[in-house]
């Protein structure tokens, strides 16, 4: 249960660090079986790359049918123009997604274990849904960057109520590309929604088009265990991993079931 103080935090800053919110037990099990899982995995011969410029954001229908999968996407300088592996297949993924939270045993069994819907509910949330799940490994040296962005951009809703859980699997720092946010940026109106077109495919529907405030980031380097709370209105980035260290994170957002989510959102599930 959260503190009034740190409701209050959540409320000012748009974020929430909280540190010792994993254990290492659970957390050893989310990464072991991300490695079975990859283990297991055959990469098809056309690789789904997730391309970590928002704008350039992947939308073929491996993507766009991932919300209801447990699906593999790889980074992009895993793969040379040939279409040729640069790294081992254990160094190639990007992300682990979007479900895993509800199909695969071990995750589901973690996650049920950490509650992040009684976090939800103290936060406004009145009938939380965990919608989407994400194994994010920033691999050594190719991880890449996140550009600034707001979670709500990708799970609308009417009002919006998506909120973000974020857990460093381990320890999250400059070097190898950990969250950085505008504190006090969830006060910023939505810029943008990513959406499926008329025509097929997706696109970004442009909500507000001022510019982001000219103020510089705040780093959020964490340590193995902690959670990151994250309004869905709150623009957050993080830079690529050039490091030799791997910045493995598991994340999670709730959407309020109470709220109207949008028909034409990227993310649709039928679980």
Not at 30 to 49: G, Q, T
Not at 111 to 118: A, R
Not at 201 to 216: A, K, M, R, V, Y
Request: glycine share 6%.
């Amino acid at each position: 249960m959260l503190t009034s103080k740190q409701i209050e935090e959540f409320d000012q800053n748009g974020y929430l660090v909280i540190a010792d919110y994993i254990k290492k037990n659970q957390r050893d099990a989310l990464m072991n079986r991300a490695k079975e899982l990859i283990n297991d995995f055959e990469p098809p011969s056309s690789h789904s790359v997730f391309t970590t410029n928002e704008q350039e954001r992947t939308s073929d229908e491996y993507f766009l049918s991932s919300g209801d999968q447990i699906r593999f996407f790889f980074e992009e300088k895993a793969i040379d123009k040939n279409g040729n592996f640069t790294v081992p297949k254990q160094q190639s993924i990007n992300k682990i997604g979007h479900a895993q939270h509800e199909l695969d045993p071990i995750y589901k069994k973690v996650i049920s274990e950490l509650n992040f819907p009684v976090i939800g509910k103290q936060l406004g949330i009145k009938n939380p849904r965990q919608l989407q799940s994400m194994h994010i490994f920033k691999q050594p040296s190719i991880g890449g960057e996140v550009g600034l962005h707001q979670d709500s951009t990708f799970l609308y809703t009417t009002p919006m109520s998506c909120i973000g859980f974020w857990l460093a699997l381990e320890d999250a720092n400059i070097e190898n590309g950990c969250l950085q946010a505008i504190t006090g940026g969830h006060s910023i109106p939505l810029k943008k929604r990513f959406k499926l077109a008329a025509n097929g495919g997706t696109e970004f529907e442009i909500l507000d088009d001022s510019p982001w405030p000219n103020q510089s980031l705040d780093l959020l380097e964490v340590k193995a265990g902690s959670l990151i709370v994250l309004h869905g209105q709150l623009p957050h980035y993080s830079a690529a991993n050039t490091s030799s260290r791997s910045r493995q994170a598991f994340s999670l957002h709730l959407v309020d079931q109470n709220c109207q989510y949008a028909e034409d959102n990227w993310l649709q599930s039928l679980i």
